[in-house]
């Protein structure tokens, strides 16, 4: 578990998002809008497991942020 200050989570959050693959941002504005994987497999043409995969990813490159 991971605690971010206030003040740091912006950037945090942009840092992330200068990270992700323009895909993996894709995914997690719909995951954001609250769709599910399903959901939002459907409204970006793709498979569920693509989109599995790409909150995977974004979660990991998160992980790696908040660590630092």
Do not use: M, W
Request: glycine content about 2%.
């Amino acid at each position: 578990l991971y605690f971010v200050r206030p003040d740091s989570f912006f950037d945090s959050v942009q840092e992330l998002l200068e990270e992700c693959s323009s895909f993996e941002r894709e995914v997690l504005i719909c995951v954001h809008q609250g769709y599910s994987t399903t959901e939002a497999a459907s409204q970006l043409g793709c498979s569920k497991r693509k989109v599995q995969s790409a909150l995977s990813r974004a979660r990991t490159k998160l992980l790696h942020i908040l660590a630092q």
